[in-house]
């Protein structure tokens, strides 16, 4: 068994409660690929025990502080505490999807699970996830309570190549499944598992698309649009709330078509219009041509997947929020998001500011949401807290 001695800055840093451990904080020792070693201070004193990593700047991930080590009880702790929580939301009716592990939020580094009715979607991240995968997948299957057609390891994500890890899309429980359908909260929608973004859907967004519906409740004949709009459920939910017209803007060809599908099967094709272009070149068309909506929704892929990329996206986020203001009525609602952790709120909030002076309209923040309660936030892992959705008045 391998292990790992700090050095003073890495010890301060992991007193501070950060459960990473750099590279360069590291004083001696190394493990296997992904195997869980015990960590100690510059004065060889038990600190706890991390899964290590012989590639990527995050050395150790750390699971526990107890010099205790962890085995199997301790595990299935950590699996039931992540279900318990859901359980108590309500999250987990058979019909419906939530995120079942948030990865280093709740104690399991790398690994997140995503549940689409009886289908579960998996993705690892790390050296320690992929080798805890299939022992973490049965605790979950034994834990859930509910029944499993099928499980898809899609660890496909960009950040495995941190890591020296291969993409890997893989059906490890029955048969494969092309898609899935989603009934939540009056709402119908199809997933791919396999071809769609992430594990095949954006659950983070869950409460927002309702939040933002509900404000079209009070509009009558509201007309929206929804921006890089993907399988179009910001969109498709204003329409259910009763929006006039919703214009959907999305640049993938088959994202436009799963939009047209999710339409048809909520029964509103009638008020949804789907335009296959570059949301941010449609959006400066139409504001040129004077279009206005009573709410616009602009939630477009991370612009800064890194600190370099920052200030690059800083001018996008800019121009972007600032053509969506344009063709907002007076009084009307913008929902802007940001899924960049390294856009930090605060930088965020600098970058609409900027937006509502440039376009010489008053804008008010009413509400700056993250991600839904299935995507926990660890207080002492900022990096968990990456979602930002800010509600706008437009006057």
């Not at 039931?80 to 399991?108: F, K, T, V």
């Not at 259910?240 to 999305?250: F, M, N, P, S, W």
């Amino acid at each position: 068994m391998g292990s790992i001695s700090l050095k003073g800055k890495g010890r301060r840093w992991l007193l501070g409660g950060h459960p990473w451990i750099y590279a360069d904080d590291i004083a001696a020792g190394t493990g296997e690929p992904g195997e869980l070693i015990p960590v100690f201070d510059p004065n060889e004193n038990p600190m706890g025990w991390g899964l290590f990593s012989t590639h990527s700047k995050i050395s150790i991930r750390m699971v526990t502080r107890s010099a205790k080590q962890p085995a199997r009880e301790f595990w299935m702790q950590r699996v039931e505490r992540a279900l318990s929580s859901r359980r108590r939301r309500g999250e987990l009716d058979p019909a419906g999807a939530c995120r079942l592990i948030h990865g280093d939020a709740e104690g399991l580094p790398g690994l997140v699970v995503d549940r689409y009715a009886d289908v579960l979607v998996l993705q690892s991240g790390c050296q320690g996830s992929d080798r805890m995968r299939d022992f973490l997948l049965e605790l979950i299957l034994e834990a859930l309570e509910i029944p499993v057609r099928a499980v898809l390891d899609r660890s496909d994500s960009s950040v495995r190549r941190l890591e020296a890890l291969e993409p890997r899309t893989e059906w490890l429980r029955g048969e494969p499944q092309q898609e899935v359908i989603v009934r939540e909260a009056g709402l119908e929608y199809v997933v791919s598992p396999e071809q769609g973004h992430k594990t095949g859907h954006y659950l983070d967004q869950r409460i927002n698309r309702q939040r933002a519906a509900d404000w079209v409740r009070g509009v009558k004949g509201a007309r929206v649009l929804d921006a890089f709009a993907y399988d179009g459920l910001f969109g498709i939910r204003a329409a259910l709330a009763g929006a006039e017209h919703v214009l959907c803007i999305e640049k993938s060809a088959t994202a436009c078509e799963r939009i047209a599908r999710n339409a048809e099967r909520n029964g509103v094709s009638d008020k949804v219009e789907v335009v296959r272009a570059d949301a941010m070149t449609e959006l400066r068309r139409r504001s040129k041509a004077e279009e206005r909506f009573h709410q616009v929704i602009v939630d477009p892929p991370a612009f800064a997947r890194n600190r370099r990329e920052v200030d690059g996206a800083a001018r996008g986020y800019c121009e972007l929020n600032l053509r969506a203001m344009h063709l907002l009525e007076p009084g009307g609602q913008l929902v802007s998001a940001s899924c960049s952790y390294n856009i930090r709120t605060e930088r965020f909030r600098e970058f609409l500011s900027q937006a509502a002076f440039d376009s010489g309209r008053d804008v008010y923040l009413e509400d700056m949401a993250g991600a839904a309660l299935d995507h926990p936030v660890l207080l002492t892992l900022p990096e968990s807290g990456y979602l930002k959705c800010a509600f706008l008045r437009v006057e």
